[in-house]
């Protein structure tokens, strides 16, 4: 049956995937939420404070992820906060992120503000699709968008549906096989 592996194939092992929303994109945009799903599904997610000189805030992704500033100046947590959680939960594993330039430097002025180290690599999701999974990766996660409505564009939420939309691109690569 054409979409569904054969018995016995094994279900391809999840990648922790992580994700940022932030201030806005470019030069002087800065995270302002970070979250991820693990290879077991377990979620996590935390609004960040911003530092004193994280000025830049952009309407446009504001609307995005509706996310104040005054919201996360108020609930957010510290970067020191932050770095201590993402070290704690992600030691040693590699993590996958669908925007890693973007992500890789939001993390990277997280860790820089914190004057710490992430105990973990960040990888491009990229790497783990060959050239016809990421064909179809674009068209995949639109149709899970319309079968989770309720989805919202928020960090953990978003990693959630990036694992899901791995997960439906190796299933679709191995029923081609």
């Known amino acids: 049956m054409q979409g569904t592996p054969s018995p016995g194939t094994p279900a391809p092992v999840l990648p922790t995937i992580l994700d940022i929303e932030a201030s806005g994109f470019g030069p002087g945009s800065y995270p302002i939420e970070v979250g991820f799903v693990t290879s077991e599904g377990k979620a996590w997610c935390s609004l960040i404070r911003p530092e004193a000189d994280w000025q830049h805030w952009d309407d446009e992704a504001a609307s995005m992820h509706g996310i104040t500033r005054a919201h996360i100046e108020r609930h957010g947590r510290s970067v020191a906060d932050i770095a201590n959680a993402l070290n704690e939960r992600l030691r040693g594993q590699t993590v996958y992120s669908d925007a890693w330039a973007h992500d890789y430097a939001w993390l ?70």
């Open 108 to 177: 990277n002025r997280i860790y820089e503000s914190a004057e710490r180290s992430p105990s973990f690599k960040l990888d491009n999701l990229r790497a783990l699709l060959d050239e016809q999974q990421a064909a179809h990766w674009h068209e995949v996660k639109a149709s899970l968008i319309g079968t989770l409505c309720s989805q919202r564009h928020r960090a953990s939420a978003d990693a959630r549906l990036l694992q899901q939309t791995f997960l439906a691109v190796q299933a679709w690569r191995m029923a081609e096989v």
